[in-house]
Structures are given as structure tokens and as C-alpha cells.
């Protein structure tokens, strides 16, 4: 399969907006997340909608397009969202990306009472039951797909189970049996050699690297002793001297990407200079691209072990994993039962809770602020976590906060201000999405209310009144 | 929220309700806090289902204790 030189990129984040204008003749490609920027339609069948605007943008970016799902279930058990390839397939055409990737792994789960989300991804468990599983959901995602299909080397914070092939052999397997590219992000690689899984150079060894297309690199940070992937700062310096070995290597690979959160530029003040010293490091990379080809010497991996037959079936693991990283402590127990202990499962319970956590400041602006203000820092937090393990999370951010607006309502039913404050958050993320206007009732003066708010003062003594509050989609 | 009130019209004022308009983007001023350029890019997909820690609920709640507004260093 004959793909063009893409060249060096980065992920699309609005915040790296200053980045991609002062790097403009150095960065070849950015990488899209569509479902990062997509909205839940208020009607039909669609998962996803994204705004016309926001497509006009990615339009008019003056670089190369790729497009990178986390909604195809490429790892899991449950079939792909109903709409979501005719969601896809609309991007593609608008954007002609390529090739498109997804993440092997899972973020839905079946549950006793219905599929719910897990808010993060989840890695299967790596066994012939899960690469036949990827392997059919990949070609079936594929069937009349206008693009070639790549998928991402996931992280995984589990520690090994006996009995499981190696990420190595698993990608393998998985890319040779669906015949598809391979999205070799060795930041994830660097997780699980840290994190006590298999080594970077192990399990590039047992690639088949002529399906490598693209990579991605990161940087992450520690958290309880394991380092996450947490796209929170710039390559590690011994990661990036492993990219320099693996990239001669490779003699199909088509573009590099480099994957941060703009939230962490902000918060640690990186400086556009410096995200450009990176993005000339990607360009040393790519300069040695198959430099140092070497065929025929791939690593078979190990033979599946006899006790492989004894781990769980790929349903019943996103089963126990699903409900243990987005569940109560009974599912943890449920899981260490089954399974076994492992401190991973802790990491992805923090993971997940970060995500809902974000989710609900960054949505229920007001509502959050005035409990931040009234109750504090730790109860507010004592309170989240009660409503995390009261429901399951939410794959839209709207539907996460209109559950946590529920939760509040009935706990905090007396509150004069709390449940029009909450009102008027859901409006805003509303008429955000797709509502024309929303039009919300205060019994207190809104200007005045918001205004304490904003300003660190919890509201007090307000004068009462009859306000309506008409938020629209247009200035 | 400077913006915010700038935008702020009130359309109506007719008793006992007053009725008062306000373009979405600017309804809060988380946005404008973190001093990044989303013009028309909200937030609105679950941005943090990929792999890494979401740092929002460090920042707006720092944010909220500090009447300096200094959230340098909360994520490193």
C-alpha cells in the first residue's frame, strides 16, 4: 500500500492554536481528534455532530489531515455506536485525511441494567480470543472505507497476566490477521516498560514494521509510582534516544506526532519557543526515517503459555475491568477475585475520576464554584466521589453533567441559589451544543448572582425576583 | 466576566421579569482563565477518555482558592 509522506505534526488542540501559526513552515500535519470537538445531537441517531465552524477550520488548517477515533470500540466487545461510521465517513469526506487510526482498547461496557461508558480507555486482555476480536471489529469497521485504517499501540497500567501474549505479539497478531497499518505510539510503549510490562525494544522487535505508518510521541509524569500518558510535557530524553533507534528502522513510516494537552501548556507555562525546539526534534526523527532497514529478523514471541485458556473471555474482562475502574469498591473486589490484585486497577479508578472530575468544573461552571465557595475544596470533592460511585460516567460531557445536576439537586434541594446556578450551566452547554436558545428562570438578580461568583464572593442576601436569562448560540 | 457583562443586554424590562440576553460562548469565564485561544472550539466531547489525567478539576479549584489567580506550577 502506497501512502504519501506526511511528514511531522501534532495533535489538534485549540490551545496549541499560537503553536501551529509560528510553526507553520515547520509542521507538516495535524493529527484531529474529531470526537474531542464534537457535540451530542439533541435529535437523531447520531453519536456526534461536529460544528459546521469548527469542520471550516480543520478546512482551512494549511497542513496535511489525519483523523484519530476513540469512538470505534476497535478493542471491545460491543459493536461500534449506531451513526458513528456514517459520522466518520462524513469527516473523511470532508477532510481527506490519509489514513485514519483508532486506539485498541475499550471505553463501553455491558452492564446489567444496559451498556454504559467507562470514561476512559481500557486496554484488552491480550489473548487469542482478543486479537480474533480486535481483528473482526477492525475488518468490519473497514468494509467500505474510503481510507486505510491504522491502529494505536494502546498503554496499559495492568501488570502482565500469566498466560497472556505480549504487546508485541498481541499488535502483530492483530495488524498481519486484519491487514492493517500499525500507529506505533511509543509514549504507551514507555508506560508499560515503567510500568513493568513488556520493554520498548522487545515489543518493537516483534513488530512486523513495515505496517508502522505513524508515530506518536509524549511526554507523561508519575502518579503513585507508575507513569502515565499523560501528554502533560515534552519527550523524555531516554524515549526520545529509543526513537532514534526504532525510526531508521522503519521503511513505511509516513508521519510523526508529538501529543499534549494545551491544559498543561498553560498550567506549567510553556512557552510556544520551546513546543518549537520540540517539533524540531520530531524533524531530526524524521529526517533518519528507513535509514537502517533490516528484513527478517522480527522476533516470533513467546508461545501462548498453557495456562492462557484459564483467563477470562474478552466480554467478561471488560466486564470486571469496566466496573472496577468506573465502579464501587465491591467491583474492585469483584476484580481482584477474578483476576487477581493489582495496584493498576487504582490508576485507572484515579484516571477515570480525573476525567468525570474535569468534566463536571469545566461544565457546571457556576453550580461547582458556588459549592467550591460555600463548602470548600474537600467536600465538593467528597461529594463528586459520592456521585461517582452512586452512577455510572457518561460518554458526552452533557449528559455527565445533567447526572451530576441531578445528584445536586436532590442534595442540596433547600439551596436558594444552587439549582438555578445549575440551570443556567446546562443552558450554556446546551446552546454550545446545538439549541437555537435557552431560556432560564432566576429567582434571584442573575447579573448580581453571577457576579459573586465570578469575583471569589459567595452570594449572600440577594434581592429575589422573577429573571429570565435567554442564552443564545449567536452574539 | 467583564466580557461577559459587556455582552450582557437587557432586552426587556417589563415587571415582575427581566429578561436578559447573553451570546453562549461568553456565558462563563472559564475560557478566558486559561488564556487559551478556543474561540470557537468549546470543550464539548469528552476530551479526557483517551489515556492521560485531566488537571481541569486542579486548576478550577485552585483557581478558586487563589485571589491571585496564580495556578503556576499545580500541574508539575
Redesign the interface.
Known amino acids: 500500500m502506497k501512502l504519501p509522506d506526511l511528514g511531522i505534526g501534532l495533535i489538534y488542540m ?2 496549541l ?2 503553536l501551529l501559526q509560528a510553526g507553520r513552515d515547520l509542521i507538516d500535519v495535524v493529527e484531529i ?1 474529531p ?5 451530542m445531537p439533541s435529535t437523531g441517531p447520531a453519536p ?1 455532530a461536529t ?1 459546521p ?2 469542520l471550516r ?1 480543520f478546512q482551512e488548517l494549511p497542513f496535511h489531515v489525519l483523523l484519530h477515533g ?1 469512538g470505534m470500540q476497535a478493542g471491545g466487545t460491543l459493536s461500534t455506536m449506531s451513526g458513528y461510521r456514517d459520522y466518520f465517513d462524513g469527516l473523511i469526506e470532508t477532510l481527506s485525511p490519509a489514513w485514519v487510526s483508532e ?1 485498541l482498547s475499550f ?1 463501553r461496557v455491558a452492564g446489567d441494567d444496559g451498556n454504559y ?1 467507562t ?3 481500557l486496554p484488552p486482555l491480550q489473548t487469542a480470543a482478543s486479537v480474533e476480536l480486535a481483528v473482526s471489529n477492525i475488518r468490519e469497521f473497514c468494509a467500505g472505507l474510503k481510507v486505510p485504517f491504522a491502529f494505536e499501540t ?2 496499559n497500567y495492568l501488570q502482565p497476566k500469566a498466560g497472556e501474549m505480549s504487546e508485541g505479539r498481541f499488535w502483530a497478531e492483530i495488524a498481519e490477521q486484519a491487514d492493517c497499518g500499525i500507529l506505533l505510539d511509543l509514549h ?1 510503549l514507555w508506560c508499560n516498560q515503567l510500568n513493568g510490562r513488556q520493554s520498548v525494544l522487545d515489543a518493537v522487535a516483534e513488530l512486523p514494521l513495515e505496517r508502522v505508518w505513524e508515530i506518536h510521541l509524549a511526554g ?2 508519575s ?1 503513585n509510582g507508575y507513569w ?5 510535557d515534552f519527550v523524555p530524553k531516554p524515549l526520545y534516544e529509543l526513537a532514534r533507534e526504532i525510526v531508521p528502522q522503519l521503511p513505511n513510516l509516513k508521519a510523526i506526532n508529538f501529543e499534549i ?9 510553556i512557552s510556544t519557543a520551546a513546543m518549537l525546539d520540540q517539533m524540531h526534534q520530531l524533524r531530526d526523527l524524521w529526517r533518519i526515517r528507513g535509514t537502517r532497514v533490516t528484513a527478517g529478523n522480527r522476533r516470533a514471541g513467546l508461545p501462548l503459555a498453557e495456562d492462557a485458556a484459564q483467563l477470562p473471555a474478552p466480554a467478561q474482562w471488560e466486564r470486571l475491568l469496566g466496573d472496577a475502574a468506573a465502579g464501587n469498591e465491591e467491583a474492585v473486589h469483584r476484580f481482584v477475585a477474578a483476576i487477581g490484585e493489582d495496584p493498576g486497577i487504582g490508576v485507572f479508578r ?2 477515570s475520576q ?2 468525570r ?6 461544565g457546571l ?2 453550580g ?2 458556588f459549592l ?2 460555600q463548602l470548600g ?1 474537600q467536600a ?2 467528597e461529594l463528586l466521589t459520592e456521585f461517582w460511585m452512586a452512577t455510572r460516567p457518561q ?4 449528559a455527565e453533567c445533567r447526572s451530576f445536576a441531578r445528584f445536586l439537586r436532590r442534595r442540596f434541594s433547600d439551596s436558594p441559589y444552587l439549582p438555578q446556578l445549575l440551570d ?2 446546562l443552558a ?1 452547554l446546551e ?3 446545538d439549541r437555537d436558545r435557552v431560556t432560564v428562570e432566576f429567582q434571584h ?3 448580581a448572582l ?2 459573586a461568583l ?3 464572593r459567595v452570594p449572600e442576601d440577594l434581592p429575589r ?11 | 466576566m467583564a466580557e461577559r457583562q459587556s455582552h450582557a443586554t437587557i432586552v426587556a424590562k417589563r415587571q415582575p421579569t427581566v429578561r436578559v440576553q447573553l451570546p453562549a460562548k461568553i456565558a462563563n469565564d472559564y475560557e478566558k482563565f486559561v488564556e487559551v485561544q478556543r474561540s470557537i472550539f468549546d470543550r464539548l466531547g469528552h476530551l479526557a477518555c483517551l489515556s492521560g489525567f485531566d488537571i481541569r478539576w486542579d486548576i478550577v479549584s485552585q483557581y478558586q482558592v487563589d485571589e491571585k489567580l496564580n495556578i503556576q506550577g499545580i500541574a508539575g
Open positions: 485549540p490551545g492554536e499560537p481528534e470526537e474531542t470537538h464534537a457535540y456526534f460544528h465552524e469548527v477550520r476513540v486506539h471505553n461508558d470514561a476512559f480507555l494502546g498503554v504507551n507523561g509524569e502518579l502515565l500518558d499523560a501528554h502533560s494537552m494545551d491544559d498543561y501548556v498553560t498550567a506549567k507555562g484515579e484516571l480525573s476525567a472530575a474535569g468534566i463536571a468544573v469545566s461552571v457556576y461547582c464554584r467550591l465557595l475544596r465538593l470533592r460518554l458526552h460531557p452533557l443556567y450551566d450554556v446552546v454550545k451544543a438578580q442573575p447579573d453571577l457576579q465570578d469575583s471569589g425576583g422573577n429573571y429570565r436569562v435567554s442564552l443564545g448560540s449567536a452574539a
